[in-house]
């Protein structure tokens, strides 16, 4: 053969071995581009990281609040297989009280790419995480116990519906079903209940539009935004009373570009129970795989 | 917290950004993404966010029967490596399915589809 069609084929075949993994960075299903969602976990492995994620919660219902500033890392080990690790600092105020500071519990957790069906922008993800006990401080409310968390994370977008239903197309919803089990029944005479957890995030993809439906003359960086509903729940299934059931509802938008995306959100409380008055959140979130496409946003198997 | 996090977010704004490549979105397209034009085009051209990897980047076009209509000469023009072509041969009155697959050059795949309409608007 000649050298330079060696080359080219010996090019042809590094560029073909990188396609498998690229193909599931991201969050992509066929021509469907997914964000990071805030609140909701993502239906994909990844290698993105927040840095960092800053939320002032409502008012609980002793008129305490909760000021978060979290770091979550996600990577992936190999195309199907990541883990993920976060923590934060939390700053609490009660009134009438001083105000206490302290690491969170740190949180990991181990995801599998269940499926990913690009003809019909569907995804789906297992994934076990893992609150960790006596890893933060308990005067913000970190737990002496270690949480596990099985859960099932999905993705639908709404490309695939009949070219007709224009701007219905854009939609997409992303979701999480999964449990919390608790290795230890009580802290200090107080049930640690078993809860059921599930999450949905409602999305409008402006990109979908501009690149997959109608140009309808967005440009950057209108072209790129994705407003968007989250609402995340938990309802305790054992050793709590009934009607316990707490959450928040997140209107927001996620500017999305190529290294990294923005994203801002209300917190609402969904009940008396989970608080009253209006929180917010921001994220600076990075995509890992596109920054450093050729060292570490490559699967851990890929490095050599 | 805040000294880390400026820096950072503005490395990749101003100074990592130009010396990385990333995933390629369709910026946009001539006949553009859904659009209805009165005569048929010669040539379907798309844009896109980043450079192009040639060997692994293709675009058909197909009639609503799903018939190819394209020339099978999908080329990235010399000088406009983010640029995607393909001829057409002569349409009639319809819709048309423009399918994209593209690997930019540091091996991200994407892809898409949109229809345009010839013999209206």
Not at chain 1, 101 to 109: A, E, N, Y
Not at chain 1, 202 to 224: A, H, N, T
Not at chain 1, 231 to 241: C, G, I, K, L, Q
Not at chain 1, 242 to 260: D, K, L, R, S, V
């Amino acid at each position: 053969m000649n050298p330079n069609r060696l080359g080219a084929a010996a090019a042809a075949a590094v560029v073909l071995l990188s396609m498998n993994s690229a193909a599931l960075a991201h969050g992509f299903a066929g021509e469907r581009f997914f964000p990071a969602t805030i609140l909701t976990d993502d239906p994909f492995v990844a290698d993105e990281i927040s840095l960092p994620q800053v939320s002032l919660q409502p008012p609980a219902r002793d008129a305490s609040q909760l000021t978060n500033i979290e770091i979550d890392l996600s990577k992936r080990i190999t195309p199907n297989l990541g883990f993920i690790i976060g923590d934060e600092w939390q700053r609490l105020r009660s009134p009438g009280f001083t105000s206490v500071g302290g690491l969170g519990p740190l949180r990991t957790g181990a995801q599998y790419q269940l499926f990913i069906d690009g003809p019909h922008q569907a995804l789906g993800l297992l994934g076990l995480n893992v609150t960790w006990g006596h890893t933060g401080r308990a005067a913000v409310g970190a737990p002496d116990f270690t949480t596990l968390s099985p859960t099932f994370d999905f993705g639908k977008g709404f490309g695939d519906i009949p070219r007709s239903l224009t701007f219905l197309r854009p939609f997409a919803v992303t979701g999480n079903l999964g449990f919390d089990f608790p290795t230890q029944a009580t802290t200090a005479g107080v049930p640690n209940p078993n809860n059921f957890n599930y999450g949905f995030a409602f999305e409008y993809s402006f990109p979908y539009i501009q690149c997959c439906v109608k140009d309808i003359g967005l440009r950057p960086p209108f072209s790129q935004l994705i407003p968007l509903v989250e609402v995340a729940f938990t309802t305790p299934v054992s050793r709590a009373p009934a009607n316990q059931t707490t959450g928040t509802i997140q209107p927001g938008i996620i500017w999305a570009g190529q290294y990294f995306q923005i994203g801002a959100e209300a917190i609402i409380p969904a009940n008396r129970g989970t608080g009253h008055g209006y929180g917010g959140v921001i994220q600076l979130h990075f995509y890992l795989d596109d920054i450093f496409p050729r060292s570490i946003g490559r699967p851990i198997s890929e490095w050599w | 917290m805040q000294k880390i996090i400026l820096p950072l977010a503005a490395a990749v704004a101003v100074g990592v950004a130009p010396a990385v490549r990333a995933h390629a979105f369709l910026d946009h397209a001539s006949p553009a993404v859904g659009s209805s034009v009165p005569t048929a085009p010669a040539v379907v051209t798309l844009w896109f966010t980043q450079d192009l990897e040639p060997a692994f980047s293709s675009v058909t076009v197909t009639n609503e029967a799903g018939q190819r209509v394209d020339l099978g000469n999908a080329q990235i023009p010399q000088g406009s490596p983010a640029e995607l072509q393909i001829g057409l041969k002569p349409l009639r009155r319809g819709t048309y399915l423009v399918s994209w697959h593209v690997v930019s050059v540091d091996t991200h795949p994407t892809e898409g589809t949109f229809t345009f309409e010839v013999g209206s608007g």
